[in-house]
């Protein structure tokens, strides 16, 4: 089975350090899927690579085979459903 969405050694560097380091993850269609983990692991990190709010140094990023940046950003954003940390106060 073909993932539909795949992170492949997917990195993010920045002027303080590494956010993210060679992560890799499939999610196969139908998938719901959670981002857990303590606090500075990379889960928000993850989620805005996902929404193309920052582009990753190394790696790929890719949709049903197709490299996710060859996406209109608001189209590939209007097809995703997410929920922030804090989604109210």
Do not use: C
């Not at 303080?16 to 380091?21: E, K, P, Q, S, T």
Request: charged residues 20%; positive net charge.
């Amino acid at each position: 089975m073909t993932a539909l969405l795949e992170l492949v050694n997917v990195s993010l560097s920045g002027p303080r350090g590494d956010r993210l380091r060679s992560i890799s993850l499939s999610v196969f269609e139908g998938a719901r899927i959670a981002l857990l983990g303590r606090s500075g692991a990379g889960k928000s990190t993850i989620a805005h690579l996902l929404l193309r709010f920052i582009e990753p140094t190394a790696g790929n990023i890719t949709v049903a085979d197709l490299l996710l940046p060859e996406f209109d950003p608001a189209a590939w954003r209007a097809q995703l459903a997410w929920v922030p940390q804090n989604p109210y106060r």
